[in-house]
């Protein structure tokens, strides 16, 4: 059975940075983690970020120039890392493998002095 689990986030203060590590578990050559998502309070969830099997980076413009993802195929695990975080990146944040049938379980990010 293939699942995403996550871990890192937690609270820290602006201008701080964190990362957060995304497991890809289960026997699979299909799937494999790509993309990181967020959903603020009374907010829809959105795209962040998309790192693909060959190291190559997308990411929204609100976050470009402050947050990396990078990837370790091996471990079947993606990271993002997350600097000069601001308040307004405070949000629970997921991974998603390249299929909408695979999900993280979700890590809160809260950025708050």
């Known amino acids: 059975q293939v699942q995403l689990v996550q871990s890192g986030g937690g609270l820290v203060q602006p201008g701080g940075s964190l990362r957060l590590s995304c497991v890809l578990s289960g026997t699979t050559f299909i799937y494999y983690p790509r993309d990181w998502y967020r959903q603020a309070p009374g907010k829809q969830r959105e795209w962040v970020a998309t790192?693909?099997?060959?190291?190559?980076?997308n990411y929204a413009d609100s976050v470009k120039g402050r947050f990396t993802a990078s990837r370790d195929n091996a471990k079947k695990t993606i990271y993002l890392q997350m600097n000069s975080l601001k308040p307004e990146d405070t949000a629970i944040y997921y991974c998603?493998?390249?299929?909408?049938?695979?999900w993280g379980q979700g890590t809160q990010v809260t950025v708050s002095s």
């Open positions: 998603k493998a390249n299929s909408e049938h695979y």
């Open positions: 790192i693909t099997r060959a190291g190559n980076t």
